[in-house]
């Protein structure tokens, strides 16, 4: 393979406002990078609005549903209803039972809202803290959702704000120790991710216990600082949802004594907010805004940090976050509509996780399930399976550091596919297209062509069929060789009018099996191939 | 690789104090690299996982502690007479009676307190320690992935290749292995059948030298080379066989263990194959609440100990015995207290097993004490380092270097003797397993008598060729099984003498030349 040295890199590196054309194929890049997996009318309703606008109606968190109560074994909530201030009944046995019902309900409702809010980046953005604040589920759900709902209402937020918050999130306190914290046994887990992973990052090695941005001292007077918080409430029977509790007798009342790298500053004992006397601090190393905005260009521009990358456009994203006084929002704005991202070096510059593999077959095609709670449940679950055989379970990243995709050098996004992952994604492309579908409770769920095709431009014109399908599912425009073969195969190798008449007689009898099958299928023939296409794994 | 430095070993081995018999038979110090397989380049390491923290008190159990241990877990234990002894100190799990019978056969070792400093209780991170061999949390390559690196540094451009038809590493089921992790792709291929044909679409695609292009590139790679092993794996299946009639199709473990067998003896080249087996979390209902010699527990160790008992059975039939050896491990052991649900929770240091016909047959290790009061969330301490074992396996069966295996782990190595003479035409011949005989022959100093015995008493005399006893080499108690007993021969004449095992079943007698 080539070594990103000799690939051709970006060409721009201006964050001035993008100027140039405003076509399909810019909006689908933003859509792509923003959303998962965005239909054809949201592209064309985004190339109207133009750039500006569409940025602004992205860059929103609208509230979201709640996990429901679907599994039998559930009996404190009623069926249909949410559990997340229900308590748990008593016994460690029926406790473990309820967690296990509430915890598919979590991961459906966290695999559902990545089906069913799509309009804004929402998601993206609680996917970057997922991996960034990467804490594994709690014991109790309740705190699990506790956590991703703190991510969720944050993820535009104050970032120095988002940080204090999840330090004393109970999921992220039982997840980093520090709920066993205290200044008997300190514990210096967290203590070290807040620098190394959270805030500032670790710089090199510059002598002994000195990472550059903080020491090991500063890990240790840390972990002190944050001592006294533990987590209540787990699992109870009594209190309707787990709670970080402070106790003044086991924080550590010393005053804490910091490195050269804070300015040898000192944090004196104060209680239960002391923690973010801390974290003001460390904010005040503007390090901080570089560490966190380098982590969010890779995660929506690229992985390659060039020398100019690093001298022209990280910068300008830090200095914008601390002249916000760490608002993200101003720096998604600056980032979302500027030259740089619109460069066309970084169209299909990343390899599609596999949460982006899978919503970006189904959702451009309007494809939700509408089963009952239980069926919808259950297939969320099981894509939420699909997506771990395939190396991405959300709410269990397999590491506190998050998915190796998005950190280690050099292969980063290519890491996603492997013998086995290419397999899994390959099998699962066809199986949702010219197979049965996934199996749910007797029914099966799989890509809804007709949807798909009914929302092009013109459904009943084979060349505008396939063009806007690779406007939809390309990064990156294909050559003419492969849409003939992508047309032939609509087509089955028939004159083109030999399509338009079997979609117009759908059209005229939507409801008829009879001329509905035909479209249906060959659209799916189309997809089934697209899926597998190199070109559609990457966005 | 280069080839293993067979003096080298020779001195090691015969550091062992050949009169130090009480307890000789179960170190198995006494194998010496007679018969000793062929070069690395041919040798297999399969490893087998336990995911979840397996109980290692209940599978391995201290027979000097088990007073204690009664007083801490009587409600999971296993009844004192249902143990299978296994020697006087340790027993076995009475469902392991595949394993006991490896171990009699000189099959087995048990290594004792296998853990790390500082044990990390969380499942995850705790098997990302044992998966890359480093305690540092940075660390993403598996310890195999990064010793593959280093001799495979392009990986995976331009494999598979004619030096290198077949993976590196096989991971039976549907995930990679994370030990195979490196530093672009991941060594190990997940194969769920080996017979399954996979025949992946490549619709082609152009490097046009951008990231986009790259990719291209790298996924067209991916699926050639995805088709390729898929192919080489499928036709070594085929061309495979498999002849022992011990597994049973009903345990996941042993129809993978079968289908390793025969990628193996169908001639693939993959070095290393992973597998897996689910369940070993037993926080609760790790026992049957009336019986604790069954329930969730007991299914897991008997699957595993049928599933390798069988593989070993069919790799002797096989006669590629002196090819492979195996490995077990898991994150971590688990409390010695049992809670109150009839089961565990997450410990520290746990037994490995190492099985193959090649193998230090034995123990490592002693046992753990368990005191007799015992804090909640006490553990067994680690004794041995698991870094030790996986760079022992290294150096003893791959051949590495101890200057290329030091880089790879964070702490100075100690090395512990894996690696002993292989069964060889023992396990392959069944009709002459059971005889007795002297080995190296001719033999210059020290050598080793191997023979089989019953539950019975033992006297070995050395004579010469008129029947004279020139001494006793050994006098005592034998378990059943095979037994190596090594003797010196310091100070005789060069020329004929007679080793004659007089057992309470039998008598045998086997010539030894004795030469300068």
């Not at chain 1, 535009?156 to 704000?161: E, I, S």
């Not at chain 1, 601390?322 to 979302?336: A, F, G, R, S």
């Amino acid at each position: 393979m080539i070594p990103d040295q000799i690939v051709e890199g970006p060409l721009t590196m201006s964050m001035d406002p993008y100027n140039g054309t405003w076509t399909q194929q810019e909006a689908g890049h933003l859509l792509r990078r923003t959303t998962f997996g965005p239909t054809f009318q949201q592209i064309q309703s985004a190339v109207n609005l133009g750039m500006d606008a569409t940025v602004n109606s992205l860059l929103q968190i609208n509230p979201t549903g709640l996990p429901l109560s679907y599994d039998p074994n559930e009996t404190i909530s009623a069926f249909g209803t949410t559990w997340i201030n229900s308590v748990y009944p008593a016994g460690a046995a029926s406790a473990q039972v309820h967690e296990n019902a509430r915890i598919k309900s979590l991961g459906a409702w966290l695999i559902k809202r990545l089906n069913t809010e799509n309009t804004t980046i929402a998601e993206k953005m609680c996917l970057f803290w997922q991996n960034h604040f990467a804490a594994v589920l709690a014991p109790d759900s309740r705190a699990s959702y506790q956590y991703h709902l703190l991510i969720r209402n944050s993820s535009l937020g104050n970032f120095k704000q988002f940080v204090k918050d999840m330090t004393i999130d109970p999921t992220m306190l039982i997840f980093l120790n520090g709920a066993s914290n205290n200044v008997y046994s300190p514990n210096e887990n967290y203590a070290r991710e807040i620098l190394e992973l959270f805030t500032i990052g670790k710089g090199p090695q510059i002598g002994p216990g000195d990472y550059t941005n903080y020491t090991e001292n500063d890990v240790a007077a840390g972990a002190k600082v944050f001592t006294g918080y533990t987590v209540d409430g787990l699992r109870s029977a009594t209190l309707t949802s787990p709670v970080a509790i402070y106790y003044d007798i086991l924080h550590d009342q010393s005053t804490k004594q910091l490195s050269s790298h804070f300015g040898n500053q000192t944090i004196v004992a104060n209680g239960a907010t002391e923690y973010a006397d801390y974290i003001d601090v460390i904010f005040q190393q503007n390090q901080v805004a570089t560490y966190i905005c380098t982590k969010l260009y890779r995660y929506f521009v690229n992985y390659d940090l060039t020398l100019d990358v690093q001298t022209n456009i990280i910068p300008v994203m830090a200095q914008t976050m601390i002249d916000n006084n760490y608002e993200i929002l101003p720096v998604m704005q600056l980032l979302l509509k500027s030259q740089h991202f619109y460069d066309i070096a970084f169209h299909g510059a990343l390899i599609r996780n596999p949460l982006e593999l899978v919503f970006g077959m189904f959702n451009p095609c309007d494809s939700v399930p509408n089963f009952d709670l239980v069926s919808n449940s259950d297939l969320y679950i099981s894509i939420y399976d699909f997506c771990q055989n395939m190396g991405q379970s959300y709410g269990a990243p397999p590491s506190v550091a998050g998915w190796i995709a998005y950190y280690q050098a050099p292969a980063f996004s290519k890491l996603w596919v492997n013998s086995t992952t290419i397999k899994n994604r390959f099998d699962l492309a066809n199986y949702i297209t010219v197979y049965t579908g996934i199996p749910i409770n007797g029914n099966n769920f799989k890509v809804n062509a007709l949807n798909l095709v009914n929302g092009l431009s013109f459904p009943d014109n084979a060349i505008a069929v396939i063009d806007d399908l690779c406007t939809v599912f390309f990064p990156k425009a294909i050559s003419a060789a492969q849409k003939t073969l992508l047309k032939f195969i609509l087509t089955g190798g028939l004159p083109d009018f030999e399509w338009t008449n079997d979609y117009n007689a759908y059209a005229a009898d939507p409801t008829n099996a009879v001329v509905s099958t035909p479209v249906r299928t060959k659209v799916e023939q189309v997809l089934a191939r697209i899926f597998q296409m190199p070109e559609f794994q990457t966005i | 690789m280069k080839r293993r430095n067979f003096l080298r070993n020779m001195t090691l081995a015969s550091l062992a104090t050949p009169f130090a018999l009480k307890g000789v038979q179960y170190k198995g110090l006494a194998k010496k690299l007679f018969n000793y397989s062929k070069s690395a380049e041919d040798r297999v390491l399969v490893i087998v996982r336990l995911n979840g923290g397996n109980d290692g008190l209940n599978t391995v159990i201290p027979l000097d502690q088990y007073g204690n241990l009664l007083a801490q877990r009587s409600n999971v234990i296993i009844p004192q007479p249902n143990i299978i002894q296994v020697t006087p100190e340790i027993g076995f799990h009475p469902v392991m009676t595949g394993m006991k019978n490896m171990f009699n056969d000189g099959n087995l070792t048990i290594i004792q307190n296998v853990g790390y400093p500082e044990q990390n209780r969380s499942h995850f991170r705790s098997m990302d320690i044992w998966s890359t061999g480093m305690t540092d949390i940075s660390e993403t390559r598996g310890w195999l992935g990064r010793y593959l690196d280093s001799v495979y540094p392009n990986y995976p451009n331009d494999y598979p290749n004619a030096a290198n038809p077949d993976p590196f590493a096989i991971s039976m089921g549907s995930e990679v292995s994370s030990t195979c992790q490196g530093l672009m792709s991941n060594f190990s291929n997940a194969i769920n059948d080996p017979f399954a044909a996979v025949n992946l679409l490549n619709t082609g695609a152009v490097n046009d030298g951008t990231y986009f292009g790259s990719h291209m590139e790298y996924l067209s790679i991916l699926i050639d080379q995805t088709n390729q092993y898929a192919a080489t794996i499928n036709a070594a299946a085929n061309a495979g066989s498999s002849l022992s009639s011990l597994y049973d199709v009903n345990n996941p473990l042993a129809v993978q263990l079968r289908n390793v067998a025969k990628m193996i003896s169908g001639g693939l080249k993959t070095k290393v194959y992973i597998l897996n087996i689910n369940g070993f979390d037993t926080h609760d209902a790790q026992v049957d609440a009336n019986n604790t010699m069954i329930g969730n527990h007991a299914d897991l160790l008997k699957k595993l100990s049928d599933a390798i008992n069988a593989f070993q059975n069919d790799l002797g039939l096989l006669g590629i015995s002196n090819r492979v050896a195996g490995m077990t491990f898991s994150e971590f052991g688990r409390q010695i207290a049992s809670n109150a649900s009839l089961g565990t929770d997450h410990g520290e240091a746990a037994p490995m097993f190492l099985f193959g016909s090649c193998i230090n047959a034995g123990i490592i290790g002693s046992n753990p004490v368990i005191p007799s009061t015992v804090n909640s969330q006490d553990a067994v301490p680690m004794q041995i380092d698991f870094r030790d074992i996986y760079a022992s396996i290294l150096k003893d069966w791959f051949e590495v270097p101890e200057i290329e295996i030091q880089p790879l782990f964070e702490q100075a190595i100690t090395y512990y003797q894996v690696l002993g003479a292989c069964n060889v035409g023992l396990n392959e011949l069944v009709e002459e397993r059971d005889k007795g005989i002297v080995y190296p022959n001719p033999a210059v100093n020290n050598a080793t008598v191997r023979f089989k015995c019953h539950n019975e008493r033992v006297k070995i005399e050395l004579l010469d060729l008129n029947g004279r006893q020139i001494r006793v080499v050994f006098e005592g108690d034998l378990t059943y099984g095979i037994q190596n007993i090594p003797f010196e021969l310091e100070g005789l004449k060069s020329g004929q003498y007679f080793v004659v095992v007089n057992k309470e079943s039998a008598k045998e007698s086997i010539a030894l030349t004795k030469i300068q």
